[in-house]
């Protein structure tokens, strides 16, 4: 159970309560709209009216709408507590009170039930007095503010699904959402680029920079350029004889440097010669 609700002043919604917690508040007008709640004797002090009504979609309510309305408006203007009862106090109750609230508070039922709901959070009466509902909001206003939408399991009443909207009579101002903005990116950071000069261009494989990859150094190194694949040019080799020229490994035909495909002879390709 949660307790006696208000929802206005001296107007009360509640499941079946003790006579003490009714008493306690001072409450001096009773409706039991249930068929299970026993009827309760609260003293000469306390008026009490029972009204059979089971909690079934096909069940009947509409027709009290107008005269327990009417008692109820009666009672609050002469400044009488009014309790409006049923066993949970989430269906029942809550359809006679969204009933008062739209006649004479001139709430629409989309407004009325998310009031009732936003005092008492476990409100929420069944699809045939949802119906009864709209019909009554009809029959006040000419139209009516809530709909059933169709879904997986049934129609449903749309402010079941879409909690916190209001009718188009009564807009409630809503505080816009801050949304922080942030950029995701899949490309690797720069550093996991290889840095390279802007005006440095990659050898070609007939220059004199050109090392195989075994002479490769780390990019920390500071003799280096901030490419793997370049680095300072080898010092050029002085022969004192042809004994000496044999003894240097025999270099492969390769094109020049500018890669125009003329071919040029192993032997002045190991001098480096364009």
């Known amino acids: 159970m949660s307790g006696i609700t208000e929802v206005i002043d001296n107007l009360y919604i509640s499941g079946l309560e003790s006579p003490?917690?009714?008493?306690?508040?001072?409450?001096?007008?009773?409706f039991n709209i249930s068929s299970e709640c026993p009827r309760q004797d609260l003293g000469p002090g306390v008026e009490y009216e029972k009204v059979h009504v089971q909690d079934i979609p096909s069940a009947s309510i509409r027709i009290y709408f107008d005269r327990l309305t009417d008692r109820i408006e009666q009672n609050l203007q002469d400044g009488k507590?009014?309790?409006?009862?049923?066993?949970?106090?989430?269906?029942r109750s809550a359809t006679i009170i969204l009933a008062y609230?739209?006649?004479?508070?001139?709430?629409?039922l989309r407004d009325a039930f998310y009031y009732l709901r936003s005092r008492r959070p476990i409100v929420g009466p069944n699809f045939g007095f949802i119906r009864q509902l709209m019909a009554y909001e009809k029959s006040l206003f000419g139209s009516t503010s809530v709909s059933f939408i169709d879904s997986s399991y049934d129609s449903v009443p749309d402010i079941y699904l879409s909690?916190?909207?209001?009718s188009s009579r009564r807009q409630t101002p809503r505080a816009p959402i801050q949304i922080t903005n942030k950029t995701f990116s899949t490309l690797p950071k720069p550093s996991s680029f290889?840095?390279?000069?802007p005006t440095y261009t990659l050898p070609t494989l007939g220059s004199r920079s050109y090392s195989s990859?075994?002479?490769?150094?780390?990019?920390?190194?500071?003799s280096y350029r901030n490419s793997s694949f370049l680095h300072d040019p080898p010092e050029l080799t002085h022969y004192n004889s042809t004994y000496d020229s044999l003894r240097e490994p025999f270099y492969t035909p390769r094109v020049n440097a500018l890669r125009t495909g003329r071919y040029i002879a192993p032997f002045f390709n190991r001098f480096y010669l364009p």
Do not use: E
């Open 101 to 108: 609230l739209m006649k004479y508070q001139q709430m629409s």
């Open 20 to 30: 003490a917690a009714i008493l306690s508040k001072g409450i001096r007008s009773i």
């Open 213 to 222: 990859y075994t002479d490769l150094r780390p990019l920390s190194s500071n």
């Open 163 to 166: 909690p916190g909207r209001s």
């Open 194 to 197: 290889i840095q390279r000069s």
């Open 81 to 91: 507590k009014t309790l409006v009862h049923c066993y949970v106090g989430r269906s």
